[in-house]
């Protein structure tokens, strides 16, 4: 019960610790000396997608002086890396393993703006250009205790920690438990063990419990599933279950469609505050995997429903389309400019400034899209429309009919038929093909892509993966093809505008011009790379994988 | 990771008092600190209230069959750990003997903790030995407590001398130590040979009772001391160290929104 060199336990009420009695056990083998009371706080973080969380990581932000931060039990503490400081970040892993650095910073942030460090450096390839959002914020109040052996040397500190969320706007706090940590000094880990032992003799104490985190976010998904059973607003949820073969083939789209919607509404706040520009691309994928479910299930739902609703959402993809755009020519600007060979990137920091000016307007004019009337009517009514097909009313207890269409008979006949559409033009494409067919190949591949993925759970997996990795191949193939297109023909309209409005010296000029060069360049060695890929897809074995992927009702 | 040792040819002058203060005033600055008692005295070790005993003895340190890591022991004050003496080490001469590249050998332990700590403060024992060697090859600064006398000086100029011919040198912070400012020579020495010598600086440690007191109560001065003049001393002392061993601050800043992302042909729309 008791692990490692670092204890924690629960008190049944706060008032235990303090008094003579708990400590009673402790005093008659070591000197108890009690200290300080401090307030503290902190700041818990991770990705919108948990990517820390993912990585088994936890990372807090410090707002008061003389941290004992509540860890994990089992986990080391105590010594020259033990306690944290104001303005601190703490980075706590599997294994023990415990970064600090200080990072004076405002959350959400990115980690470009997180000072460099030992905690920056192992949070960047993990987080990405993610934003650390603040996932929940504790005041604390702390009391310290050192025991000493009879060398009057400290060889445990104990403390105890009351600490109460504080709860964003519209969510209840979080009950949290007081939290004793029995911390050894390091190399003193038998006496904490000791400690440990006898505080744990006390009534009321539980050993090992969960993390102050694991307890906060236990609160806010309770909260959040709370919610959403009694209300029709965003709240991340559940998953959605799983799709069963048998269920009624509308029931199932629009099923499909919800979750789809509920991605689309996750991703608004964050795509509006613009967090980081992960939540712009999410929201984008939804929107067009929903567009391609119009396009390629749409049938399944009520007369009239693509009609009017794939218009609707055409908008919404293309209200995105600009800033999106930005984004990604920003994302990738050093790359880009380290390729220049005869212009220095220097030159291009003109373009870069123009850049981040356009990015301004573009997000005050997605903003505006995105706070508009136009789309709470959408989003309403959308869910209005799909709520009662995904939950059809509950059988009446005489036999129910089969669907007149299940699930994976249409998955399966929708796969196919995205399957033939891109085999079709696979096969007639050659070295002489225009850019056009290329094009037109990329939007079918990705259709096949997103249906094979709106109808995963209902494939055989391991044909699946191998199907999708080589759809993924091909459609990088294909990406890298409009890539270059794209970023050809937006520095060409770049330098048109820079031009207009006196932005651009001639030395940048030049260095654009070198970069809509090279991205020809790179288009044309593109196609010629995605059309021998494409042999590669359109082979029997795969027909035969698509032709016997979904599992039968 | 910055290593600073407390090292005078002399003995009696201060070493320790000096390692063990500066060991505490990093710490309170937020480094995280190991002072690490190289003297088989254990006078640091007494200071803190640590037994001075490492399993197996200096041998198994230096031989690598005990980890620097096992033997290292928390202090009372939070970010300052102790590695003990051992009364084994008054042979760490003949234990380094027998290693490869014998006067590297400590430089190489303390390298695996690099990651672990910011500062690495060695009390040394007096004299010209292997072990003083391993000390001088592995230190990034020399902090040489100098009394105000001829002979001190003397042996100040051997030690300068010796390490001149070290491949890699490191800096030397020497300043007076144990000043009797009743005495016309350390007054004369004091105020004079700062401004005539490089490498010693103006800070300068008193003679006071209340030097003698961390031994009553086994604590730095600032802790017992904190508003004495010998605390302000040692606060001076460790900024000069401090403005020593400190390298010049990363320039670079954060960079603008968005600023990382995926390289070329990755880019997903």
Known sequence: ?553 | MKVVASYNIKGGVGKTCTAVNLAYLASREGRRTLLWDLDPQAAATYLFRVRPRVKGGGGALISGRRPVQDVIKGTDFDGLDLLPADFTYRNMDLQLDGTKRPAQRLGRLLGTLAGEYDLVVLDCPPSVSLVSENVLHAADLLVVPLIPTTLSLRTFDQLTGFIAGFPRRPAVLAFFSMVDRRKLLHRQIVADLPAQRPGICAVHIPAAALVERMAVHRAPVPVYAARSQLARSYEQLWAAVAAAVTAPADPSGPSPVPATGPGPGSARR
């Not at chain 1, 008061?64 to 105590?78: D, E, I, N, Q, S």
């Not at chain 1, 504790?138 to 009057?152: K, P």
């Not at chain 1, 949290?176 to 032992?197: D, E, F």
């Not at chain 1, 073969?245 to 919800?258: E, F, H, N, R």
């Open chain 1, 1 to 553: 019960m008791l692990r490692g060199s670092g204890y924690e336990f629960l008190l049944a009420g706060p008032a235990d610790a303090e008094t003579d009695t708990a400590w009673a056990p402790v005093r008659t083998e070591y000197q108890v000396v009690p200290g300080p009371r401090r307030q503290v706080g902190r700041v818990w973080l991770d990705t919108f997608d948990g990517r820390l969380r993912s990585a088994g990581l936890t990372l807090a932000y410090l707002t008061g002086t003389g941290h004992h931060l509540p860890g994990r039990a089992g986990a080391p503490a105590g010594g020259a890396a033990g306690n944290g400081r104001a303005g601190e970040l703490v980075l706590a892993g599997p294994e023990g393993e415990r970064l600090r650095q200080p990072a004076a910073a405002r959350w959400p942030s990115l980690i470009d703006a997180v000072p460099a460090g030992p905690v920056a450096d192992r949070l960047r390839p993990i987080v990405g250009i993610r934003a650390l959002l603040p996932l929940a914020r504790v005041r604390s109040g702390v009391r310290e205790w050192r025991v000493l052996d009879g060398a009057d040397k400290t060889v445990v500190r104990v403390y105890l920690d009351l600490a109460a969320p504080t709860a964003p706007a519209g969510e209840a706090p979080a009950a949290l438990p007081a939290r004793l940590s029995v911390v050894p000094v390091r190399g003193y880990q038998a006496q904490a063990a000791r400690v440990a032992r006898l505080l744990a003799a006390g009534t009321g104490i539980t050993a090992d419990p969960p993390t102050e985190l694991d307890v906060l976010l236990a609160a806010r998904a309770a909260a959040a599933r709370a919610a959403a059973a009694g209300t029709t607003t965003a709240v991340p949820g559940p998953a959605p279950a799983p799709l069963d073969p048998d269920q009624d083939a509308t029931a199932a789209v629009a099923g499909l469609l919800l979750g789809l919607l509920e991605t689309i509404e996750v991703n608004l706040p964050g795509t509006i505050g613009a967090v980081d520009t992960e939540f712009l691309h999410d929201l984008r994928v939804a929107v067009r995997r929903t567009r391609s479910a119009l396009k390629l299930a749409g049938d399944v739902l009520p007369a009239g429903t693509v009609d009017r609703f794939a218009p609707e959402f055409r908008w919404l993809g293309e209200l995105t389309t600009p800033m999106r755009d930005l984004d990604v020519f920003l994302l990738g600007f050093d790359s880009i400019a380290a390729e220049l060979t005869e212009a220095d990137a220097a030159d291009l920091a003109p373009l870069r400034e123009y850049l981040f000016r356009q990015r301004e307007i573009e997000q005050r004019r997605l903003r505006r899209g995105l706070r508009s009337t136009r789309l709470t009517g959408l989003v309403d009514a959308w869910r209005a429309v799909l709520t009662p097909l995904a939950r059809p009313d509950p059988p009446t207890g005489r036999a129910t009919a089969p669907p007149p269409l299940d699930a994976a008979t249409l998955a399966q006949d929708r796969i196919g038929r995205a399957w033939r559409r891109v085999a079709r033009r696979a096969a007639a494409l050659g070295p002489a093909s225009p850019p056009e067919a290329l094009h037109d190949l990329r939007k079918r591949a990705k259709e096949l892509r997103y249906v094979l993925e709106l109808f995963a759970g209902l494939c055989r997996a391991q044909r699946y993966r191998a199907l999708v990795t080589e759809l993924k191949a091909v459609q990088d193939g294909l990406g890298a093809f409009q890539d270059a297109e794209v970023h050809r023909d937006q520095v060409r309209a770049y330098a048109g505008a820079m031009l207009a409005d006196g932005t651009a010296d001639a030395a940048t000029l030049l260095a654009m011009g070198e970069l809509v060069a090279r991205f020809g360049a790179a288009q044309r060695r593109a196609a010629g790379a995605a059309v021998a890929r494409v042999g590669g897809l359109v082979t029997e074995a795969n027909r035969r994988r698509v032709a016997g992927l979904v599992l039968p009702a």
